[in-house]
């Protein structure tokens, strides 16, 4: 029954700023990387940025030193801090973790349902 929930999507203005989180839930055992998606309407869903189990994080160019990742391990929950927002981030925002389930013998690609964040210009 592992799952990832993604959550603090909205509309916004140009300028301001979202948190987005992923909770994980169930049984867990461990929780590996952890990746954040997103997929603008009429385009393909593409990689914003990533964070390992130790917090090394990487991003893409066009949201690098806009937006943070960062992670609490303890509450099995990875975060994605977007601050001036460009009309262009408009997308659903995914979760994506490698997990190690209680009950499970490998590790599995675990995504969430997705967020709609929208900025206005």
């Known amino acids: 029954q592992v799952q990832l929930v993604e959550s603090g999507g909205g509309l916004v203005q140009a300028g301001g700023s979202l948190r987005l989180s992923c909770a994980a839930s169930?049984?867990?055992?461990?929780?590996?990387?952890m990746r954040w998606y997103r997929q603008a309407p009429g385009k393909q869903r593409r990689l914003v940025g990533s964070?390992?189990?130790?917090?090394?994080?990487n991003y893409v160019e066009s949201v690098k030193r806009r937006f943070l990742i960062s992670r609490d391990n303890g509450k099995n929950t990875m975060y994605l801090q977007m601050n001036s927002l460009k009309p262009e981030d408009t997308a659903v925002y995914y979760c994506?973790?490698?997990?190690?389930?209680?009950?499970?013998?490998?590790?599995?690609?675990?995504w969430g349902q997705g967020t709609q964040v929208t900025v206005s210009s």
């Open positions: 994506n973790a490698v997990i190690r389930a209680g009950v499970a013998s490998q590790w599995d690609d675990y």
């Open positions: 169930g049984s867990i055992f461990s929780i590996d990387s």
């Open positions: 964070i390992t189990s130790g917090g090394t994080t």
